[in-house]
């Protein structure tokens, strides 16, 4: 049996995965201006700076994980993670934390980040702080906000009010979820930003509503500055380039929230990656995060660029409507060198 899984009756070999909610945060690194403490995640985090406050610290090349345990169990059960568990460790276990988003016009409960190879230990250690686990931090990842958009369902068979969700049951049957295998594949196939080793990321998107807004003042449009708008822009541009690929025979993929790109499509083993841009202004320039630079760079033959540009917003209240729009489509898309302009650096102070 290979490291890192546990052997179901009839051979069939499953991940050992521990998900836990925790309390919602920007970074996980202790508590900052801005990114006190935790939100949410329990009774405790009401009057006390919740333990899950620095799942994301890292010391020592480590990053440590904390939650509140069932019923405040003083031990984990690990035999819940892998039947064969034996001793008071288990290694090689992908732990995943979701939280609710406190945000407006939130998701309900949403996937924040994971330890992968993490060792979890069936009793709370104190050191360096209090924690369940340990990895390394090479191996964590933790989503930018605007990069939460993966569900963690209620209801029947999902996470209830126990912070932990176990996937074998007490007699050590599997429960199979098909929620559990949708955040399964957000995690195995993300290539996005990460605020572990790039916590700039969480920036990106307010770089590009305030770039989009002086863009579109130097037009003498309108622009509405909003998240709720921002994403009604961005969801117009989707659909727009979505019903483009399939009227040329592609059966185009949303995958913006866990690649580099936003589309992919396919078509008799024809293979695209679509980057999609969506403005309320002409567009004579569009934003691009790092990520997307290094990735459109790597894969130039097969990317191409869709741009729904003058889209018209309307709203009432709070609730936003976008329509029209002009589309442009730049295939294949090369990124040249001296086209990238650079809106600001990032420079490395040494010692």
Known sequence: ????????????????????????????TGPQ??????????KYTKKHI????????????????AFANVMNASELNLTRIDPNATGDSLHNVLL???ARDPRPHSRGQVLIGWH??????????????GHWSVASAKSAVLLPTHRRTCSIPRGRN?????????????????????????????????????????PEAEAYSEVEAAVEKELATAFAQGVQSDPAARRAIENAAMNAAQRYFKGIGFKPLNVSS??????????NGKELFVEVKGSQAPVSKILLTPNEVSFAKKNSRKMVLFI??????????????????????ISPWRIRLNQLTPVQYFYNIKN
């Not at 866990?258 to 078509?267: F, G, N, P, T, V």
């Open 258 to 267: 866990s690649r580099s790109y936003d589309l992919h499509c396919l078509k």
């Open 50 to 65: 919740g333990g899950e406050a620095k799942n994301f610290k890292v010391w020592k090349r480590q990053v440590f994980g």
């Open 116 to 129: 992968k190879n993490a060792t979890i230990t069936s009793e709370w250690s104190a050191s360096p702080w």
């Open 158 to 198: 999902t996470p209830g009010q126990a912070n932990v969700f176990y996937l074998f049951n007490s007699i050590g049957e599997y429960r199979n979820r098909k929620w559990v295998d949708d955040v399964l594949t957000f995690i195995d196939s993300y290539s996005g930003p990460n605020l572990v080793s790039n």
């Open 96 to 98: 995943i934390f979701f």
């Open 33 to 42: 201006p801005g990114d006190e403490k935790p939100i949410g995640g329990g």
């Open 308 to 329: 729904l540009h003058s889209i018209k917003l309307s709203h009432r209240r709070k609730l936003f409507r976008a329509s029209g729009g002009v589309p442009k489509i």
């Open 1 to 28: 049996m290979l490291a890192g899984e546990a052997l179901l009756e009839g051979g069939k070999k499953m991940r050992r995965i521990l998900i836990a909610r925790i309390g919602w945060m920007k970074f996980y």
